[in-house]
């Protein structure tokens, strides 16, 4: 594409040294930048492009997209306000507006996101549709398909665009569901997006670190309600605190629908029983009512399933082709995942208050009244220092024993951190606490800590297979560790 095409509507503040070029790419990354890029010298928290436009230039880039001239460069600059926002403009723009040509669902929410998407692609499939996912896990192009690498939630403008043309042309798929981050809605990774729907799991407490304030993260979601344009629809959970506010900022022509357990809605669940089966509850609808059996556990199951029934009830798909998809679904990778039968050994991605509240909630509902339940979790570093001792007060008040340890400490001191989360216990009772700094070490106590009527809860990091370090990045899988601890147990 020519590099005045790809800028030709494009409101930039000036333009230095501008001619006709061949682009063949997009690039933010100098290291990896090849010839015949744009290069956009984005600006983060920690690091600034512009610095690092010669060493592009050096990789072959035919242009800069940047927020001020960069002195003695010989290629063309377009100068722009924001390139973190302007990225995905052009990243639209250089794939041909993919998200224009597909059915493109988008999912937020602290909680539940990747569950979700996974349940609305089992649906569509069942129905006979292909549909693709994007998320936390990376990208999938069937239910049944392998996970491909993202390096984020919701990927950077470039290669989320390229995705969907990928997803649209090559493979002829013409559903997706997606997560979508505060994150990527803040730094506009997901603009140029033509959403046909949004859903709403819930929102509380998490990564306060970048949006300092809940008020800040909960603007930073609703954008994706407030773009939704006429015969787009939205899903919001009714039960969540920020369920009302959502909904006053879907525009008026969109439809709404509504699901929870507690407050009136358009999707409910009643007599809902747990059991080590999964959860059984009545589903009320306008349609009707209808048992439904799942394999799933734990009332945030409940819920993610609300959220995607009301979802395929948005999209006109029949209530009893989604029961039947969902009913077959037996979990999603690390979320409350089962890697040991006796004791009960729960591998779960739960790393935020809530999370942690409901995931524990849920195991005592299936904890024998002969067991105990234990918790074993950490906090990550450079992340919200503040829900530090949240976590500690709830783990401590839920299960009968709790070993804190590390989750990825990043280039903070771990014992800081369990400073930090052992600041919200009421006492340290050598009895129910224990410390252990190392991951591995940690979950090899729980050897000697569970009996076989016990539920154990190793919380945080779900289905990641890697533990990030001060200088490095080792491979560590809770499940592994959990299995090798636990091997020749009954499973």
Sequence with gaps: MKLDELIEYLKYDDLVKFKNVEISGISYNSKTTKKGDIFVCLVGEHTDGHEYAQMAIDNGAAALLAEHPVEGVSIPQVIVDSTRRKIADIADRFYSSPSKGINLIGITGTNGKTTVTHLIQKIFEENSQKCALIGTLGYKLSSTGEYRDAKHTTPQAPELQATLRMIKDVEKIDNVVMEVSSHALDQNRVGGCCYNGAVLTNLTQDHLDYHITMENYFKAKALLFERLTEGDFAVVNMDDEYGERFLAVVPQDVRKFTYGVKKQADVMAKDIHFSLNGAEFKLVTKQGEYSVNLHMNGMFSVYNVLAAL???????????????????????AGRFEVVNKKPLVIVDYAHTPDGLENVLKSAREITPNDGKLICLFGCGGDRDATKRPKMGAIAQKLADKIIITSDNPRSEDPQQIITDIIAGLQSVDPDRVTVEPDRGEAIGLLKTLADNNDVVVIAGKGHEDYQILKDKTI?????EQARKVFAGSVI
């Design 310 to 332: 009301t979802a395929a009830l948005a999209m006109g798909i029949d209530i009893k082709v989604a029961l039947k998809a969902l009913q077959n679904v037996h979990g999603v």
């Design 475 to 479: 491979h560590f899988d809770d499940r």
